[in-house]
């Protein structure tokens, strides 16, 4: 057992037998008990205390009493002088306590993530083909403007990933937010927090997967046309079969049970999306300006339009930034406890990826800007401007591994932007039937969701080319909810630093909302969007 530490116990004494008021009580011999049952969770009185010669502990009395049965020591009778440290403990087993709902679910399934598994699922869900788009904005707002406008987007975004990552877990009352709909519900009530944030959240899931199917079929097709050349004598495949194969290989994939078991996943798609960021403009910024390049900002022919294509670019902008609706759900795949709050290497996690994601958006907007001027592509961005100016300047290599790592990034990234989908759909039967999903069901929803996403995608072509309205809409998820959330929740000194911050945030980002949604409807009417119902081309 060790060498064993003498300890003083302090039960209660008994009297002897004929003892008045006053008589001095009999003290309790010292009992010595292994190293190991000092640090017991429990610390009840247990039978395994000893003397010092191994025997149990008496006390000495003059008319010996019937033996009684011994008790089983509960958790309840703890003794009162170990009241502090019960409590703290009490509350760390809240915070690490899995109830059966949350055990059943895939977001809440696994508990046993870490900083590695955040930073890789941060960069896959933060980094996408949206921030190929930037340049378009510039192209409005110019050279200054673009880039004040872009540092200001990206350091806001970080600060409330920040607030979010610290509104995840309670120590107080033991409560962690594992999904972003709990703690919109938690701040603004369950009626209110459905009609704020319900749409957006649903948009940025389903309706990124439909995004995801639309320009992964897409470049899955140029990459076939890349990589086969002009000498292929095959019959190419339609857009819409395109479609099928990428959404096919997207629901195998999804078939992974929980989104810890994604981990690896992401790291590919973190990796891709790296890949395609820096070889898209280390391509472009290489083959020098075009001929011709105009950095001038595009004007329209009134106050009026030029004011709404402005606010339109901000959006723009506002759509490059994505993944706060999943920032919780990734922190909920981590351990947490008092001594160890998961928002520790959470943040490390998401400084890391944020660090990668700074290095991939600014060149690509700054350089594909410069490459292309007001020349490059209002629809595909970046990705077009690539193919359609320098298909036959740049080797065939490089533009057949860009086209892989954006098919391969976009199944990557259907996965964990679809699992919140996932774990909604499980939850309606675990609630219902009190019981675990059973994996033919799980593969029933997944398939079904798969299916739905590639129908909405043959239906509406177009809606990847809705990036102003789409970074509107979703903006008050990024930018301006977890400001309201974290004055309600955490409620800081009234007239403080924070208190005003927020509140200046989380106004100015709803009245933004609304403002770049009006501007980008504008835009759709005058412009005009190619509207093909079911024909994708």
């Known amino acids: 057992m060790g060498e064993s530490k003498e300890i003083w116990s302090a039960p209660i004494t008994p009297r002897t037998g004929n003892s008045l008021m006053g008589t001095p009580m009999v003290a309790s011999p010292p009992v010595s008990c292994p190293p190991s049952q000092l640090h017991s969770p429990s610390l009840t009185r247990s039978p395994l205390l000893q003397s010092e010669n191994g025997d149990a502990p008496h006390t000495r009395s003059k008319t010996p009493k019937t033996p009684r049965t011994p008790r089983t020591p509960r958790m309840s009778l703890t003794p009162r002088f170990i009241t502090p440290l019960a409590s703290p403990m009490r509350k760390a087993l809240k915070l690490t306590k899995l109830d059966p709902q949350d055990a059943w679910l895939p977001i809440t399934e696994s508990r046993n993530g870490n900083k590695y598994y955040a930073a890789f699922h941060t960069l896959c869900s933060g980094i996408g083909i949206q921030a190929l788009v930037l340049p378009v904005a510039f192209t409005i707002l110019g050279w200054t403007w673009g880039i004040i406008s872009l540092t200001i987007a990206f350091t806001w975004q970080l600060y409330t990933l920040w607030l979010l990552v610290h509104l995840h877990e309670s120590v107080e009352n033991g409560v962690r937010y594992s999904r972003y709909l709990q703690l919109s519900f938690a701040t603004f009530g369950e009626k209110l927090g459905k009609l704020l944030a319900l749409f957006p959240i649903l948009y940025l899931s389903a309706g990124t997967c439909t995004t995801l199917i639309i320009i992964g079929g897409s470049t899955a097709r140029t990459f076939y046309q890349v990589v086969c050349g002009d000498s292929c004598t095959a019959k190419p495949m339609t857009t819409v079969e395109w479609y099928l194969v990428f959404t096919c290989a997207a629901v195998v994939l999804s078939q992974l049970p929980n989104l810890n078991s994604i981990a690896g996943v992401s790291l590919i798609g973190a990796v891709t999306a790296v890949g395609y960021c820096t070889s898209i403009w280390a391509a472009s910024v290489a083959q020098g300006a075009l001929p011709g390049v105009n950095y001038n900002p595009v004007r329209g022919g009134n106050k009026v339009e030029n004011a709404f294509s402005v606010l339109n670019a901000f959006g723009i902008i506002a759509f490059a930034f994505r993944g706060h609706n999943l920032i919780l759900e990734i922190q909920a795949t981590m351990p947490s406890s008092e001594k160890h709050p998961s928002h520790v290497p959470m943040w490390k996690g998401v400084k890391a990826s944020y660090t990668l994601i700074a290095a991939c958006i600014f060149p690509l907007a700054i350089g594909g800007y410069w490459a292309y001027g007001q020349l490059i592509p209002a629809n595909g961005g970046m990705l077009t401007a690539l193919y359609m100016f320098h298909s036959r300047d740049v080797s065939r290599f490089v533009l057949g591994l860009t086209s892989f790592f954006v098919v391969v990034n976009g199944l990557c990234s259907f996965q964990i932007y679809g699992m919140p989908v996932f774990d909604d759909m499980e939850s309606v039967y675990t609630t219902r039937m ?35 309205l789409i ?10 909810y977890p400001c309201f959330m974290w004055l309600k929740i955490k409620k800081p000194k009234k007239y403080s630093l924070m208190w005003y911050l927020n509140w200046f945030l989380g106004t100015f980002g709803i009245g933004l909302s609304a403002i770049l949604v009006t501007a980008s409807i504008y835009v759709i009417i005058d412009t005009g969007v190619n509207v093909s119902f079911f024909n994708p081309k």
């Open 471 to 480: 970074g509107g809409v979703a903006l008050p998820v990024t930018l301006a």
């Open 434 to 468: 009190k019981k675990p999903c059973p994996w033919w069901l799980r593969v029933i929803f997944r398939v079904f969701f798969g299916c739905l996403s590639f129908f909405i995608a043959v239906a509406l072509p177009f809606l990847s080319s809705l990036a102003g």
